[in-house]
């Protein structure tokens, strides 16, 4: 089945200690990104990767990075987390950077961060 | 600053009815406008686009218009279904660029 799978689903964590959230693709899709969804202020690009090895800031990358060593995965990590991610993540492909207007998105994260 | 804005953030409908979600964006340079819709505890579904060339775009039962002067689009959804109701997400990127900025949603409910 196609399909972008996170790992992992929920996740409740300590301030500072570092973290990953891996997404991974089946569909060999170029575009991947990670996107957060917060009350009141709907979903908001965090980064975003055109091929491997090739990825750019969406619009709020602070206290965020992402690596993409291959085509398949594209995983998020939270350095040293601090409250103010606590949100609910979402990652999401697309076949190429051109048809990136229609995204397939995986279940979604849920982190929170004490 | 929010770029992409959805002034209502819910709607209801009877069924069978129309539903018209709205919303405005701020910056000239985007070109291409997106429609997601998302149902509690899953991923963001794509339902829709419309490039700057164009001012209407159909797809069955949902219909994407874009007024470019005024910097507004709406969704339309003829006729509403119970199965329709979730959470709509506007969209919209800026030529040259693969960076998409969404609006903050409505949440729509059919009325049976």
């Known amino acids: 089945e196609a399909q972008v799978t996170q790992n992992p689903r929920y996740l409740i964590t300590v301030t500072g200690k570092k973290l990953t959230v891996t997404c991974s693709q089946n569909?060999?899709?170029?575009?991947m990104s990670w996107y957060r969804q917060d009350p009141g202020l709907g979903l908001r690009q965090i980064y975003y990767?055109?091929?491997?090895?090739?990825?750019d800031k969406g619009d709020v990358p602070e206290g965020y990075k992402v690596s993409r060593k291959e085509k398949r995965n594209f995983p998020l990590i939270l350095e040293s987390p601090s409250p103010n991610q606590t949100s609910l993540y979402f990652c999401?492909?697309?076949?190429?950077?051109?048809?990136?207007?229609?995204?397939?998105f995986g279940p979604g994260t849920r982190l929170t961060v004490t | 600053d929010q770029q992409v804005k959805q002034n209502s953030p819910s709607l209801s409908v009877q069924e069978g009815r129309i539903s018209i979600l709205n919303c405005d964006y701020t910056?000239?340079?985007?070109?291409?406008f997106l429609w997601y819709k998302k149902y509690p505890a899953e991923g963001p579904t794509f339902l829709i686009s419309i490039s700057s060339i164009k001012d209407k775009n159909e797809d069955g039962r949902f219909t994407v218009f874009l007024n470019k002067s005024a910097k507004h689009l709406s969704l339309h959804i003829v006729p509403s279904q119970p199965g329709d109701s979730a959470v709509y997400f506007c969209a919209a990127s800026g030529s040259g660029t693969y960076k998409y900025i969404f609006g903050t949603g409505t949440r729509l409910k059919v009325l049976a």
């Open positions: 990767s055109m091929n491997v090895e090739v990825t």
């Open positions: 910056n000239s340079m985007f070109d291409y």
């Open positions: 569909m060999n899709h170029e575009y």
């Open positions: 999401a492909s697309s076949p190429t950077s051109a048809t990136a207007y229609e995204q397939y």
